[in-house]
């Protein structure tokens, strides 16, 4: 009877085991490496989708299979036209002899659920870089493969299987990016709040740089000139809304002189003499730097942009300043959004004909006082002029 009692004792222990290392590993799961997962195929895969007239194409998937529970993965979409897969968009654009031609396409969106919406016109273009369409010359339907990549942290990168579906593409002419600005903030910029979300009142940008060349991402030479108080602090953002990629007292070219690291933990950019800089970035280099003006400029209290869309008339279609302030002066205009439904031509103007900008490039120069008129083309802009350098651009917008 002894036997038999101690032997039951050691069958619930050896259970109590099993159940004990069971619960240990449904709490403590371990992240296994799937081969792939499943792209689900279309309900359109047999009809042609008119990209000129759609939204979007969407894309559905099952989530790859971390070892059966729940994981949080980041998912991009990749479209080819032959199903190759050899050579990327970004290997030919890295190609600066220009004989690598990509036969796939990486969106840049990113998903986090388990389903994408891609834009149809984004799917146009794409294929206009892969099959290299020319105008009036793109075929009623082409084939378009697709397949999806997961990232998570802690597993390698995992591709879907790939599906196949229809599309009726057009042509899309492809231009360069157009150059990324990048925008001051600080104690002593707009509204000196160090507000980074509002453009023209946090945020005030510099400018592409006539006759600097920009590469393929939009990345090239900014400039900026305008009066910054003693003392005063700053740095710059790229993206209106976000601190997260940013230039600072780091960063400067070691031939800048005359800036002071203000605040070691955020490396704020501190003048320490008043006066009017030229600002100079380079966004290749990430560096930057700043020359002092000599003498005095003067402060406006209106800018205008007269043309022969309005008549020519030098008092009117003012410009808004950018965070203008009290006992600040300001040089740096905008206006927001201006339409201009064919080509025509114009100048700036202080409100009158007395001192007015004009030159003969466009989107981008430097206008001189009396110059040429500016040949603007039809369409949408947000346009910008610094009054110190004269420098204006017209920045399209759709």
């Not at 793109?138 to 997961?150: G, I, N, S």
Request: aromatic content about 12%; charged content about 20%; some cysteine.
């Amino acid at each position: 009877m002894n036997n038999i009692f101690k032997s039951a004792l050691l069958l619930m222990g050896a259970a109590l085991m099993f159940t004990s290392c069971s619960d240990d590993r449904d709490s403590n799961p371990v992240l296994q490496q799937p081969e792939s997962f499943v792209l689900n195929t279309p309900a359109y895969a047999n009809q042609a989708i008119d990209l000129a007239n759609s939204e979007t194409v969407n894309l559905t998937w099952s989530q790859p299979d971390y070892g059966g529970f729940p994981v949080a993965a980041e998912y991009t979409v990749e479209i080819s036209a032959d199903n190759k897969w050899t050579t990327p968009y970004t290997a030919e654009v890295a190609d600066d002899t220009g004989e690598t031609q990509c036969d796939y396409y990486a969106f840049d969106n990113i998903f986090s659920t388990c389903n994408a919406e891609i834009s149809a016109k984004d799917v146009a273009k794409a294929l206009v870089v892969i099959c290299n369409y020319v105008d009036g010359e793109v075929p009623a339907q082409q084939e378009v493969y697709a397949r999806v990549k997961a990232n998570t942290s802690g597993a390698k990168e995992v591709t879907s299987n790939v599906v196949k579906f229809l599309v009726t593409p057009y042509y899309i002419e492809l231009k360069p990016a157009d150059p990324v600005l990048w925008y001051m903030v600080g104690n002593c910029i707009g509204s000196a709040d160090w507000n980074v979300n509002d453009v023209g009142t946090g945020l005030i940008p510099l400018l592409p740089e006539p006759g600097a060349d920009f590469d393929k991402d939009g990345n090239g030479s900014l400039v900026y000139a305008g009066y910054f108080p003693k003392d005063g602090q700053f740095k710059f953002v790229r993206d209106p809304g976000s601190w997260d990629t940013q230039m600072n007292y780091t960063n400067i070219d070691e031939n800048t002189a005359g800036v002071t690291d203000e605040d070691g933990d955020n490396h704020n950019i501190g003048i320490p003499e008043d006066g009017y800089y030229k600002i100079t970035m380079n966004t290749v280099k990430n560096t930057f730097s700043m020359e002092k003006l000599e003498g005095t400029y003067n402060e406006h209290s209106t800018i205008t942009m007269p043309g022969g869309y309005q008549g020519w008339d030098a008092g009117s279609n003012a410009m808004d300043a950018m965070g203008k302030r009290d006992n600040t002066e300001n040089h740096m205009w905008f206006m927001k959004s201006l339409t201009f439904p064919e080509n025509t031509e114009l100048k700036f103007a202080n409100g009158s004909w007395d001192i007015n900008w004009g030159a003969k490039d466009f989107p981008l120069g430097i206008g001189t006082q009396g110059g040429d008129n500016i040949p603007v083309k039809a369409g949408n802009y947000t346009v910008y002029f610094n009054d110190i350098l004269g420098l204006y651009y017209f920045l399209a917008t759709e």
